[in-house]
Nanobody
Framework: VQLQASGGGLAQPGGSLSLSCVAS????????MGWYRRTPGKEREMVAL???????SYAESVKGRFTVARDDGKNIVTLQMDDLTPEDTARYYC????????????WGRGTQVTVSS
């Protein structure tokens, strides 16, 4: 497994959860790390990305509530999720990318986040 994610689980609306993902040392020169999510019947969507230069991108629906962070030296990316809503319920996938042209993409197996009272 090249991307190993942990965290997630069940939270109540308004609660918090965190996700963490470690990339295997076999993946070198990672330029982008972050998270996508998918709910049944919907396309996978970008949640948050962190670039090697320190840039961050967030989906509009999570701005101000989620925070992505990255430890470049350890190839670790985390996602702090606050003020969760039922709409955040999804399977979350760790993502890593090498290069921009061509692009080499890596995906974790996903971890479930469920927000319910």
């Amino acid at each position: 497994v090249q991307l190993q994610a942990s965290g997630g689980g069940l939270a109540q609306p308004g609660g918090s959860l965190s996700l963490s993902c470690v990339a295997s040392s076999k993946i070198f020169g990672i330029d982008v790390m972050g998270w996508y999510r998918r709910t049944p019947g919907k396309e996978r969507e970008m949640v948050a990305l962190h670039t090697k230069g320190g840039g961050e991108s967030y989906a509009e629906s999570v701005k101000g509530r989620f925070t992505v962070a990255r430890d470049d030296g350890k190839n670790i990316v985390t996602l702090q999720m606050d003020d969760l809503t039922p709409e955040d319920t999804a399977r979350y996938y760790c993502y890593a990318q090498r290069g921009y042209s061509p692009i080499y993409k890596y995906w974790g197996r996903g971890t479930q986040v469920t927000v319910s009272s």
